[in-house]
């Protein structure tokens, strides 16, 4: 069974950095995508970056491009997302989701995903 497991978050000043992990096991992840979504109180879950596992290629939100930075270790099996030059709005709960389709065409809707890890907190004090 696939898991994906987020560690990182925390409380950090506007214009400070942080950097999200997520593990994943109990597949091979070779075909899949791999994406981070954040979810603000009371609004929806929102798409922030996506990585395809074997082709490295990296997509992301209009909103983080150029702050955000997702990447991939095929040894640890692990998926980080380095966020640096945060603001208040980035202040949300942010999710690792897996997509084991295969796609060539990642998806930034959160239907797409089949795994979802538990979230881990970003605060973002102005």
């Known amino acids: 069974q696939v898991q994906v497991v987020e560690s990182g978050g925390g409380l950090v000043q506007a214009g400070g950095s942080l950097r999200l992990s997520c593990a994943a096991s109990?597949?091979?992840?070779?075909?899949?995508?791999m994406g981070w979504f954040r979810q603000a109180l009371g609004k929806e879950r929102e798409f922030v970056a996506a990585?395809?596992?074997?082709?490295?290629?990296?997509y992301y939100a209009d909103s983080v491009k150029g702050r955000f930075t997702i990447s991939r270790d095929n040894v640890r099996n692990t998926v980080y997302l380095q966020m640096n030059s945060l603001k208040p709005e980035d202040t949300a709960v942010y999710y690792c989701?897996?997509?084991?389709?295969?796609?060539?065409?990642?998806?930034?809707?959160?239907?797409?995903?089949?795994?979802w890890g538990q979230g881990t907190q970003v605060t973002v004090s102005s």
């Open positions: 109990g597949g091979t992840f070779s075909w899949y995508t």
């Open positions: 989701a897996a997509d084991g389709s295969g796609t060539t065409y990642p998806s930034r809707g959160p239907m797409a995903y089949n795994y």
């Open positions: 990585i395809r596992w074997s082709a490295g290629s990296t």
